[in-house]
């Protein structure tokens, strides 16, 4: 997945155009900037390659969720309901907003289960948020019923899966607002920064102005400039957009070597019985960043990562127990370790996990293996590398 592997010209040049100007800033000092606009140049050529009227680049992923939902309005009190298996940013960003996060259970997708979700909505309801984990989406024609049955605002979370389709149309463009990150290890990277894509142009005007201390953007004298909402900073640098800016030129190469490595990988594997793939829902096309696999239960799962690292084949994610990104591993969420104090709201939430049942996405989870695919392989490494995930896996049957 990683972008900063594709690293070159491209970006060398941008980040020059930048420093020799000597304008770090996406905003105003028109005169010294030599007509370098690398901001504004990554919304244009993004919205344009997603197929939507707008992008606004901000800071980082996280700031593109708290952004997206303060763009709609979604603030104190309003429950947000987003999946057990996700990046951390899900919950932070809600939070931010003074939002209460409702954890749902995930399906064989391993995003949110539709069935789950409509269980989950109350009065308070006001957004889902599907997060597309590891390269593919949820069941977004599911997702987007229940939304317009219950009159709930679709926001994916698309940071993971950027470049992979639904029905035609690229993943983050189909729900209200769609977020994505590019942080040092997403598929596309600035070093850090983030974008929210809509058709909306009024969440769009929200975002521009939210994201800069509400700051309304007309005219050239930025000092002058009314503040139609209150804001905050989550701005992007012009040195990030400039190295962002440099890597979408290698958008769709970077797909094509994830779909290449992908599929050796995936064809090794398919041929041990036992071994089945991530549902990805009808109509959808991943991403190719990594290779999502189930194994037929808990123990044989743990003995398969095992012997695959025993096997020195690294990148590997065993997220029920290793890592950061599943319900179990949040014990500061769920023991509500707010250096500040929440809203009664808020914690009552965060208190209830502990006593939640989660036993669907446990029984997902606890059978599913990661395996990310890198762009640097060359198709022999790719071979050599499926070829001794198969003997790992098949010596533990
Ligand atoms: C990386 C990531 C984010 C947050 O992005 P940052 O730019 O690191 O803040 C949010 N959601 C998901 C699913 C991610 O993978």
Same mark, same amino acid.
């Given at each position: 997945?990683?972008?900063?592997?594709?690293?070159?010209?491209?970006?060398?040049?941008?980040?020059?155009?930048?420093?020799?100007?000597?304008?770090?800033?996406?905003?105003?000092?028109?005169?010294?900037?030599?007509?370098?606009?690398?901001?504004?140049?990554?919304?244009?050529?993004?919205?344009?390659?997603?197929?939507?009227?707008?992008?606004?680049?901000?800071?980082?992923?996280?700031?593109?969720?708290?952004?997206?939902?303060?763009?709609?309005?979604?603030?104190?009190?309003?429950?947000?309901?987003?999946?057990?298996?996700?990046?951390?940013?899900?919950?932070?960003?809600?939070?931010?907003?003074?939002?209460?996060?409702? @954890?749902? $259970?995930?399906?064989?997708? +391993?995003? &949110?289960?539709?069935?789950?979700?409509?269980?989950?909505? #109350?009065? %308070?309801? /006001?957004?889902?948020?599907?997060?597309?984990?590891?390269?593919?989406?949820?069941?977004?024609?599911?997702?987007?019923? @229940?939304? $317009?049955?219950?009159?709930? +605002?679709? &926001?994916?979370?698309?940071?993971?899966?950027?470049?992979? #389709?639904? %029905?035609? /149309?690229?993943?983050?463009?189909?729900?209200?607002?769609?977020?994505?990150?590019?942080?040092?290890?997403?598929?596309?990277?600035?070093?850090?920064?983030?974008?929210?894509?809509?058709?909306?142009?009024?969440?769009?005007?929200?975002?521009?102005?939210?994201?800069?201390?509400?700051?309304?953007?007309?005219?050239?004298?930025?000092?002058?400039?009314?503040?139609?909402?209150?804001?905050?900073?989550?701005?992007?640098?012009?040195?990030?957009?400039?190295?962002?800016?440099?890597?979408?030129?290698?958008?769709?190469?970077?797909?094509?070597?994830?779909?290449?490595?992908?599929?050796?990988?995936?064809?090794?594997?398919?041929?041990?019985?036992?071994?089945?793939?991530?549902?990805?829902?009808?109509?959808?096309?991943?991403?190719?960043?990594?290779?999502?696999?189930?194994?037929?239960?808990?123990?044989?799962?743990?003995?398969?990562?095992?012997?695959?690292?025993?096997?020195?084949?690294?990148?590997?994610?065993?997220?029920?127990?290793?890592?950061?990104?599943?319900?179990?591993?949040?014990?500061?969420?769920?023991?509500?370790?707010?250096?500040?104090?929440?809203?009664?709201?808020?914690?009552?939430?965060?208190?209830?996990?502990?006593?939640?049942?989660?036993?669907?996405?446990?029984?997902?989870?606890?059978?599913?293996?990661?395996?990310?695919?890198?762009?640097?392989?060359?198709?022999?490494?790719?071979?050599?590398?499926?070829?001794?995930?198969?003997?790992?896996?098949?010596?533990?049957?």
């Amino acid at each position: 997945m990683p972008g900063f592997e594709m690293f070159g010209d491209e970006e060398r040049k941008n980040v020059n155009d930048v420093l020799e100007s000597g304008i770090l800033m996406r905003y105003g000092f028109e005169v010294m900037r030599n007509n370098h606009w690398k901001a504004k140049e990554f919304e244009t050529e993004f919205a344009n390659k997603m197929g939507v009227d707008y992008c606004q680049l901000v800071s980082s992923g996280t700031a593109a969720l708290t952004v997206a939902l303060a763009s709609a309005g979604i603030g104190a009190g309003d429950e947000v309901i987003m999946p057990s298996f996700t990046f951390v940013a899900s919950f932070e960003s809600i939070l931010a907003s003074g939002a209460v996060p409702v @954890l749902v $259970d995930i399906d064989s997708t +391993l995003t &949110l289960d539709p069935v789950s979700v409509e269980k989950a909505i #109350t009065s %308070k309801t /006001k957004c889902i948020m599907p997060v597309h984990m590891c390269g593919s989406m949820a069941n977004l024609d599911a997702l987007r019923a @229940l939304c $317009d049955q219950y009159n709930l +605002l679709l &926001l994916e979370d698309a940071c993971q899966a950027i470049g992979g #389709t639904y %029905k035609g /149309k690229s993943l983050g463009s189909i729900g209200d607002l769609g977020c994505f990150s590019f942080d040092f290890v997403k598929m596309i990277t600035c070093g850090e920064g983030g974008a929210v894509i809509t058709n909306n142009e009024q969440y769009y005007i929200n975002a521009d102005q939210y994201q800069d201390h509400g700051h309304d953007h007309i005219g050239k004298d930025r000092g002058a400039e009314t503040h139609p909402v209150l804001g905050y900073n989550y701005r992007i640098s012009e040195l990030h957009a400039a190295v962002g800016l440099g890597q979408l030129t290698k958008f769709d190469t970077i797909l094509s070597i994830q779909k290449r490595n992908y599929t050796i990988v995936r064809n090794a594997l398919s041929s041990i019985e036992g071994i089945t793939f991530r549902t990805v829902p009808d109509g959808g096309e991943e991403n190719y960043s990594f290779v999502n696999f189930f194994l037929p239960n808990e123990e044989l799962t743990k003995k398969a990562h095992k012997s695959l690292s025993d096997h020195g084949v690294d990148a590997n994610f065993y997220w029920y127990t290793n890592n950061w990104h599943y319900i179990n591993g949040w014990e500061h969420l769920r023991n509500v370790k707010s250096l500040g104090a929440l809203t009664g709201s808020v914690r009552h939430q965060l208190e209830r996990l502990n006593n939640t049942d989660f036993s669907k996405s446990d029984a997902i989870m606890s059978r599913t293996i990661s395996s990310l695919v890198k762009v640097g392989w060359s198709e022999e490494e790719v071979i050599l590398r499926a070829e001794k995930m198969r003997a790992a896996i098949a010596a533990i049957f």
